[in-house]
């Protein structure tokens, strides 16, 4: 069993650091506001007042947090995992961020000694909650094979997919399908309903051939009922469409559709509904075709 | 058993037809060119000269035609379906077409006595030759349960999606998805590439979570390759795409990204590649970020 | 001074057709509507009671119609132009029509020996009353000089851009222009306003700059205003966009932007502001922005 | 006269500093490479060997550098402009950035008592070759008041359009309208080419209604003889639609038609194109219609 920094315990971290500690690690938990903090301690961790307190004497560090200002400030910064961390420390950054950020840090990471793997999942909090999440590992061969085991106690489908950054690209290239995919399926549900078309069979003869995908099977009723407790928030969905977009540009690849996707999360949060489920996407097809409630 | 005119047999109609003789029915055939008809004489069918002489004295015609200019031709022209049709006949067309056009020829039908179905598939050449179309079907609830044994001599999945018409709404749904779809897989496949990740695993794990798709599952192998053997050509879901157009300009239904999608079909078509596989989207996307062969 | 049959007596036909009764021509006018053709026949012209008889005698026929179709109608109709049209008729369309509609009825005139100018107008209907319309025509360089009086009694700019159909492919690029720049200013409107920018100076300094354009000149002060009393009426822009996209499909032109905007449109109308002035483009950029009133 | 440091000998900087000199004014120029410091220095100015040394002893300094980062390098940075500005300079940054970097330069120069304006220009080379330059300027009215006279001798149009940031909001909005009005002419000449009209006539038409504007004024000749050398080349526009969305997404305000045309210069920039003029947005079009050369 190893000993484990786990920083950031949000909707999907404190999941997943139970899932760790349920499996007799011996994980040191930092978070920013306490309450989780506490609930992971009665489960049998121990509590750090800094990020550099939980990275104090581990052997893997995983950090699960908003944003890539987020990484760079509970890795980089003054109390940082970076400013205890043994030489040999596997840090694993599992958030969702810019590729370019990952090397950033990953070239800090290993100045210090440190090594690094990008390895940010989908599946969203259900899977955090059941370990069926899937996870997309950028860095070392040899690194990834060290982390496997840890990472099989989090999720279901684990990829090695490229060095540094790889991991976060192809997280980017997951999102960039699945805001579009939700947007399509609105434009299909709203023509078929302005047409009055029988949304049950439609949408099941619809998910039956080569149109068929996961937002129809999983996301489609929610849709079609208006409900949009999220979830995946908007909000959230647009930060990823920002990221997407950073590294279509840096790559100089045209993403036309993307930035049309983009500006619709964009024009839904102006709409005060960043708050929403990204099935919401669907109410801003409605509007503009006149439809809205 | 039935008898059955049966007009149109082409890459989809030659194969469902010869699934009708062999189910043992009796069909009279009509093409345009002679080849097949002779083939499917050869299977036990007999010949017409016109879709008219196909239709005189059959219980079911069945058309399975390119355009919609076509089906009003072989129903409504001098020598169709309606110059010969007895009183009851069911006409069911499979044609992919407008559905408003379905609406007038329905209308024709009325007129003459005759009940209509508007019954497209899904599914592509492969499903017809294996019989596991997906058929989605406009009409009279009456006539879906008259016409459903025969449909399921030719389909897996049959559905009634509401009245007249509403079988090629779903049908233009579903093209309107496929086509999306594949545009945002090519988006994410040259974003991936550029930035030198190892595509296998990164589809394998695409594949598994909310970015899941058929396109994925199915296309994306070719994609990868290259391949762009037809399946289904860009000319004809240039077609597909306009046909949705209007029926979402009918229904004051916006479709942004179907528009986008639509000019990217205009701009592969001018640059010589209609006869590709609709798979072929993602030259245009390499081609716009400077990576095209 | 000519005998001229002028047939659509619209907010366009009606002072145009004025102009030419007040040069001394011999005016017979027909519309369906029976209003403007007693208003004429005060000025000094007469009435019929149908294309065909307005055409009756005639040296030209101009027509000023609605869409594709009423050209069709009144020229090719039971009761239309060709129906009376003698050897050697000048029949100058000056609608807003598909360039091919165009070539369609330039060749059904020709087999009646008539000749054949497409001649749409930019200016509005302050060009109409003014006199100071654009006028672009298309067909046979002899007949445009033979034209070309009469086209300066009705407009200031007249220019011959190529066979017939090439004064409608030019009108067609016009609105293409117009409706784009209206939606560059508003998305410029909106971006400003939401920065707090104080709107006078700015206008100015984009107006004397690249930026320069006659929407900002003639239209921003009523947008920034959100008074939007017609001029020119989205529903007809939306129609000119159709007219447009169909004549880049048939070429094989690639007009994203312009599908974009074609889309807004649709929006627009589906809003219940299709019966606005196209400067209304502004509110749904507002809409999506989330300050919409 | 006044004592004048100035930042930043570039295409634009080196004339504009010229005038300065010329207009009796006391200058101290610094720029990166030398060879423009001399050119000056025999005009009349000083050389400074950093930003700190030109902004000595200075009653204005103006600074005139590519990008936002520059900005702050030559302002902020170690031998930046306010280590060793007065209390009571008056800084005017010319360059064009992110509004919010403005705000934010502004703030740290006004914690050190130094006043700023931003003061974006419109013009191009030439403009500030023959002080012409369009100037839209953000700050205090007093502030202005005070620059004014200077900004006369470098432009013709000089406008205060709010506080700080308005200025740089301005010039985003001016080349928001320059890069989508040079898409849309594009557009239209090759629908106009592709249905071979006479396109003298066609521009002069065009030019004199509704749809005039600037680019096809001063551009559309070249873009015609498919002239592309810069001008104002791809790759800075690219940078400015960045700048362009990046202050829509922080104002909530959704700008599709602005994303879809910097999706646009992405390509052109991946297809080697970044060096030309900004008018080869019509290559583009070009490609993308299959009538590239």
Redesign the interface.
């Known amino acids: 069993m190893a000993r484990i920094g786990f920083i950031g315990l949000g909707v999907m971290g404190r999941p997943m650091a139970e899932h760790l500690v349920r499996a007799g690690h011996q994980v040191t938990a930092h978070n920013r506001s306490q309450g989780p903090v506490r609930a992971l301690v009665e489960a049998g961790a121990e509590a750090a007042s800094s990020a550099a307190e939980a990275a104090d004497g581990a052997e893997v560090v995983i950090t699960m947090v908003p944003d890539s200002p987020d990484v760079e400030a509970v890795v980089l910064g003054e109390h940082g995992v970076l400013a205890t961390a043994r030489r040999g420390l596997l840090l694993i950054d599992m958030s969702t961020i810019r ?1 370019d950020t990952a090397r950033e840090v990953a070239e800090a990471a290993a100045a210090r000694g440190v090594r690094f793997l990008d390895a940010p999942v ?3 909090q259900a899977g955090a909650v059941e370990a069926t999440l ?3 590992v950028g860095g070392d061969a040899e690194d990834f094979q060290a982390a496997r085991p840890l990472l099989e106690t989090l999720g ?2 684990i ?5 540094v ?2 991991g976060q ?2 997280k ?7 805001a ?2 939700i ?3 609105s ?2 549900i ?3 309903e ?5 949304m049950g ?2 949408v ?3 998910a ?8 129809l099977e ?2 489609a009723a929610g849709m079609l009922a208006r409900r949009f407790d999220p979830g995946f928030r908007i909000d959230l969905h647009h930060k990823d469409l ?1 990221i ?1 977009q950073a ?3 840096d ?13 619709m999360l ?2 839904l ?4 509904r960043g708050g929403l489920d990204h099935g919401a996407i669907l109410t801003l ?1 409605e ?5 809205g409630r």
């Not at 980017?172 to 699945?178: F, G, H, K, M, S």
């Not at 039956?208 to 937002?215: E, F, H, T």
């Not at 509007?287 to 439809?291: F, Y």
């Open positions: 590729p989908s599946g969203g899937s996870i997309m279901r489908t990829v090695h997919v490229g060095p950054g790889a690209t192809v980017a290239a997951n999102q960039l399908i699945v579009g995919v947007e399509l399926v434009e299909a709203v023509l078929l302005a047409h009055e078309v029988e069979p439609a099941e003869v619809l039956g051939g080569l149109a068929g995908n996961q937002v999983r996301k920002q997407v590294a279509a540009r790559a100089g690849v045209a993403v036309p559709v993307t930035a049309l996707v983009a500006q964009v024009s949060r102006s709409l005060g097809i509007d503009l075709s006149g439809r």
